[in-house]
């Protein structure tokens, strides 16, 4: 049983660690690692806030090192600055970001001395120098950063340092210097490239697993209440679908520039492959909630097994989104023997969800069904499996299925005491 200030504490979101008198041990793992994600991220802030400062050290001064010493420019303090602005880029593509940033830094320096130079300096000046900028950056290259920052880099010439001091093509390149070692520092300097995305598909594996948890208590207990904020918390989550997507680019964008990280291409490629099965994880969990509401509501009195089924979904993406919480960009050893058993229980799940669980309980128990079925198909393409293997661990519904089930579909197991219906004699 969880404390419900435990919940304020670690998520502020609204029945989200209610108390689960019914909760398995997947569910007990899903609540765990959600509890250990939000400590988690002030950790992963500080940790990821020394490499930052580390990368920002060496950038600033390796950047200001060749633009003195080696290229002769004196007092090249925007050598240091490039640096800094290029590394300080977070969250998707940072190199594209970044390289953004050094181009629209260089224009605006070009820009702002070379236009003040010739019409000197004023407000309207200004104007004419943010204008120009804008528009040549916006002709140099289409990114949404390089414009915006060739009109700052503009004003800073323009309002700060001297026109016409001869000073323009030298303040150019140290931007340009500084910019990119910047960039080479980001791609030498080791972060664990896949490791926030693992973190966030824990997150969202973790929170349908509490969702589907509380649709089953919903459906038994017949309270559409405790399904509404379940539906209502499902709802909340794409802002967690957009932070894994970011996290996946910036992840991909490292893995193939950095040498320390060549050999983790592959899972890169697995991490990428599976991104949309987790988002319809969660997808199809919302439109399980939100018709299981609807089934209650209309007062429908689904067969128990339909609870049950949902509840064993539950507690298997439980295993699955604590085993996604650990580890970093290669993973741990524990999926090697975790991800093997947890198809195995969600093809024996799937092989029991015939249309005899939905008889009765009308279109929005088809429907709840139906996106059970989807659910379990999602889940076994997140640990590896192509759609059309994880189609055929479902039993069929129609006489001539487009893709045959496989002959065994786990009705032999030993936990299986449910009712067979004539698809699965």
Avoid at 175 to 186: D, F, K, Q, R, S
Avoid at 205 to 214: C, F, H, M, Q
Avoid at 403 to 411: C, E, I, R, T
Wanted: charged share 20%.
């Amino acid at each position: 049983m969880v404390d419900m200030s435990d919940k304020a504490s670690t998520t502020g979101e609204k029945g989200w660690f209610r108390q689960r008198a019914r909760a398995s041990d997947g569910v007990r793992a899903a609540t765990d690692s959600l509890k250990r994600i939000a400590p988690r991220r002030g950790i992963r802030r500080v940790r990821t806030m020394c490499i930052y400062a580390l990368e920002a050290a060496l950038a600033a001064g390796l950047a200001y090192w060749v633009a003195t010493d080696i290229i002769g420019h004196q007092n090249a303090f925007f050598a240091p600055i490039a640096a800094e602005i290029s590394i300080g880029i977070n969250g998707g593509k940072r190199l594209r970001r970044g390289l953004e940033i050094v181009i629209g830094a260089a224009v605006g320096i070009a820009i702002g001395d070379l236009v003040i130079a010739q019409i000197g300096g004023g407000p309207w000046q200004i104007g004419v120098v943010v204008f120009v900028a804008i528009l040549l950056a916006t002709f140099v290259d289409r990114g949404p950063l390089v414009p915006p920052q060739a009109a700052s880099s503009a004003v800073l010439v323009a309002t700060l340092l001297p026109p016409g001091d001869h000073g323009a093509l030298d303040r150019m390149v140290d931007a340009l210097v500084g910019g990119l070692i910047g960039l080479l520092i980001l791609a030498v300097v080791p972060r664990s490239p896949l490791r926030e995305v693992r973190r966030e598909m824990s997150g969202l594996i973790s929170k349908a697993a509490l969702v589907l948890d509380d649709v089953a208590d919903g459906i038994e207990d017949r309270d559409a209440a405790v399904i509404g904020d379940a539906l209502q918390t499902a709802r909340g989550t794409q802002a967690n679908v957009n932070a894994m997507i970011k996290a996946m680019d910036s992840g991909d964008e490292m893995i193939s520039v950095s040498p320390i990280y060549w050999s983790a291409r592959r899972y890169a490629k697995s991490m990428d492959r599976i991104l949309v099965p987790v988002d319809n994880v969660m997808r199809n969990t919302r439109v399980l909630a939100r018709r299981a509401e609807i089934m209650v509501d209309d007062r429908v009195e689904p067969h128990p097994e339909m609870a049950k089924t949902i509840r064993e979904v539950s507690d298997t993406l439980g295993h699955l989104g604590a085993l996604f919480e650990q580890g970093g960009t290669r993973g741990t050893r524990q999926e090697l023997v975790e991800i093997p058993e947890i198809t195995r229980r969600l093809q024996i799940i799937g092989g029991r969800t015939g249309l005899w669980i939905a008889e009765g309980s009308g279109l929005s128990g088809n429907a709840v069904l139906a996106q059970c079925r989807s659910i379990i198909v999602d889940a076994l393409q997140v640990c590896g499996m192509s759609r059309e293997s994880a189609l055929a661990s479902l039993v069929p519904t129609v006489a001539h299925p487009w893709q045959p089930p496989d002959q065994w579909n786990g009705a032999d197991d030993g936990d299986s005491d449910g009712p067979q219906g004539p698809e699965n004699d």
